[in-house]
C-alpha cells in the first residue's frame, strides 16, 4: 500500500525559508509523477512544483518559480520542496501526492495517492 508522509512544516517569519520532505513507500516509483500542493483555507488545493522519479525535468507555478525548488532522492525514494522568501500568502497545507505516469500532471483530480500534510505558517 503506497504511503506518503510529509514532515518539514512549522512557523516561519516572512522571508524565511523551510524544507519540506515526503518519504514515499509501499510501491515502486519509477514510472511515478509526485507533486507538492498546497491548500489554505476557504480556498482549492493548488499545486505547487512537480518532478518525475526519472530524468531532471521539474515544473512548477508561477508564484513558486525562483523561490521554490523541488528535489528527488531516489535512494530515500523521498521528495523535497525547498522553500526560500516565503511570504505571508504562502500560509498553507501542504500535500504531497503522486500521479500514477512519470508524466506531468498539475491538477488534483489526476492524483491518486495522498500525504495527510504538514501545516506552514508564515508570520508577517
Known amino acids: ?16 525559508s523551510l524544507r519540506l520532505s515526503c518519504a ?7 514510472n ?5 500542493f498546497r491548500q489554505a483555507p476557504g480556498k482549492e488545493r493548488e499545486f505547487v512544483a512537480g518532478m518525475s522519479w526519472i530524468g531532471s ?6 508564484f513558486a518559480k525562483g523561490r ?9 525514494n523521498t521528495v523535497h520542496l525547498q522553500m526560500n522568501n516565503l511570504k505571508f500568502e504562502d500560509t498553507a497545507v501542504y500535500y504531497c501526492a503522486a500521479h500514477r ?3 506531468a500532471a498539475m491538477t488534483a483530480a489526476d492524483y491518486v495517492y495522498w500525504g495527510q500534510g504538514t501545516q ?5
Open 68 to 76: 521554490f525548488t523541488i528535489s528527488r532522492d531516489n535512494a530515500k
Open 120 to 124: 506552514v505558517t508564515v508570520s508577517s
Open 101 to 103: 505516469s512519470r508524466y
Open 1 to 16: 500500500q503506497v504511503q506518503l508522509v510529509e514532515s518539514g512544516g512549522g512557523l516561519v517569519q516572512a522571508g524565511g
Open 24 to 30: 514515499a513507500s509501499g510501491g515502486s516509483f519509477s
Open 57 to 62: 525535468s521539474t515544473y512548477s507555478t508561477d
Open 32 to 36: 511515478y509523477f509526485m507533486g507538492w
